[in-house]
C-alpha cells in the first residue's frame, strides 16, 4: 500500500507506529474520507481550532503542499510534510545541543586561561 511504499522510498525513515499515527491523523483530517485532504476538509479543521481565513487562502495553504497539483493533498504528500518537519525538529534539537557544547567549551577556555595565567589580572 501507500503507507509501506513511503516507508522504504520516502527521504524520511518513519517507524511503523508513526506511520499508524499518521494514518489516523490523515483520515481525521479527511473529513469526507475520499482519500484526499481538500479545501473543505481544511476549513473544516481550520475552524474547528477556531481559525478563519478566506477561501483563496484555504487554496494557497494547500498548494504548498499539494506536490502533484491534484487540488488536494494525498497520503504521500502529508508524509513528505511531516518528513520535513521531523527533519528539523531533528537539526533544531541538534543546533540546540551544539550550541550549549560550544558555550560550555567557551566558559571552560575562558575559566583554563585565568587559572593559568596564576589567577591575577
Known amino acids: 500500500d501507500d503507507q509501506s511504499y513511503y516507508y522504504t522510498q520516502g527521504r524520511s525513515n518513519f517507524t511503523a507506529s508513526e506511520l499508524e499515527l499518521f494514518g489516523r491523523e490523515f483520515q481525521e483530517l479527511d473529513g ?13 479543521v ?3 481550532v477556531g481559525l478563519r481565513v478566506g477561501e483563496g487562502e484555504v487554496e494557497e495553504v494547500l ?15 502529508f508524509l513528505e510534510v511531516l518528513a520535513a518537519v521531523k527533519e528539523i525538529r ?23 586561561g585565568l587559572e593559568r595565567s596564576g589567577g591575577g589580572v
Open 32 to 44: 469526507d474520507g475520499d482519500g484526499v485532504i481538500g479545501v473543505g476538509d481544511l476549513r473544516r
Open 46 to 48: 481550520l475552524e474547528r
Open 63 to 77: 498548494g504548498e503542499v499539494d506536490l502533484d497539483r491534484s487540488g488536494g493533498v494525498e497520503f504521500r504528500e
Open 90 to 112: 531533528s537539526r533544531s534539537r541538534f543546533a540546540r545541543i551544539l550550541a550549549a557544547y560550544e558555550d560550555k567549551e567557551k566558559r571552560e577556555k575562558g575559566r583554563g
